[in-house]
T-cell receptor
Framework: RKEVEQDPGPFNVPEGATVAFNCTYS??????FFWYRQDCRKEPKLLMS???SGNEDGRFTAQLNRASQYISLLIRDSKLSDSATYLC????????????FGQGTELSVKP | NAGVTQTPKFQVLKTGQSMTLQCAQD?????MYWYRQDPGMGLRLIYY???????DKGEVPNGYNVSRLNKREFSLRLESAAPSQTSVYFC????????????FGSGTQLSVL
């Protein structure tokens, strides 16, 4: 079983739609969680951290469920510019060598 | 505002050839990393350097060597390239080890024939 698993998609949604991605992790010792965004053929960039109480950044909401070992990302009012691959990232023990990336979920927002 | 610069952007090698991927950051970061990205696999850590003078193996170190030349530069060497090393390679840096905010270079598309 992969340490971090995501549905690869693609998710094809119309502009204005709400879309949610889930990510599961296998190591219960995982301590911190993040979402990165990667545009086609570009480098990944940090989108947001995921806090235990859930957190929001504009149209983006991230949530963590430690009991079930999954995190989620909700995007409201999708824009064409949201089209990208979203990478779930888990940090085990807050060590640099233990930053584990999921394979990513592809989102395509259509007009 | 360069950030993380890696070279080359594209490279084609024959099996058995060697090459070095260069990476430099100008943000005074302590930690640097080399990842590879393959379809359906996500980014996998090859080697990392928590601070100048130290290097450690990541998840997939076999067939690679690294050098932390100074605080700015972290190179990745393929001594004898194999087709299984065909991938996109990303260098990254962070202020400290364990920081979630990684800054990535623009990537190197490597093909080994």
């Amino acid at each position: 079983r992969k340490e971090v698993e995501q549905d690869p998609g693609p998710f094809n949604v119309p502009e204005g739609a709400t879309v949610a991605f889930n990510c599961t992790y296998s190591n219960s010792a995982s301590q911190s969680f993040f979402w990165y965004r990667q545009d086609c053929r570009k480098e990944p960039k940090l989108l947001m951290s995921v806090y235990s109480s859930g957190n929001e950044d504009g149209r983006f909401t991230a949530q963590l469920n430690r009991a079930s070992q999954y995190i989620s990302l909700l995007i409201r009012d999708s824009k064409l510019s949201d089209s990208a691959t979203y990478l779930c990232v888990v940090n085990i023990n807050n060590q640099g060598g233990k930053l584990i990336f999921g394979q990513g979920t592809e989102l395509s927002v259509k007009p | 505002n360069a950030g993380v610069t890696q070279t080359p952007k594209f490279q084609v090698l024959k099996t058995g050839q060697s090459m070095t991927l260069q990476c430099a950051q100008d943000m005074n970061h302590n930690s640097m990393y080399w990842y590879r990205q393959d379809p359906g696999m996500g980014l996998r850590l090859i080697y990392y350097s928590a601070s100048e003078g130290t290097t450690d193996k990541g998840e997939v170190p076999n067939g690679y060597n690294v050098s932390r030349l100074n605080k700015r530069e972290f190179s990745l060497r393929l001594e004898s390239a194999a087709p299984s090393q065909t991938s996109v390679y990303f260098c990254a840096s962070s202020e400290v080890e364990g920081s979630e905010k990684l800054f990535f270079g623009s990537g190197t598309q490597l093909s080994v024939l």
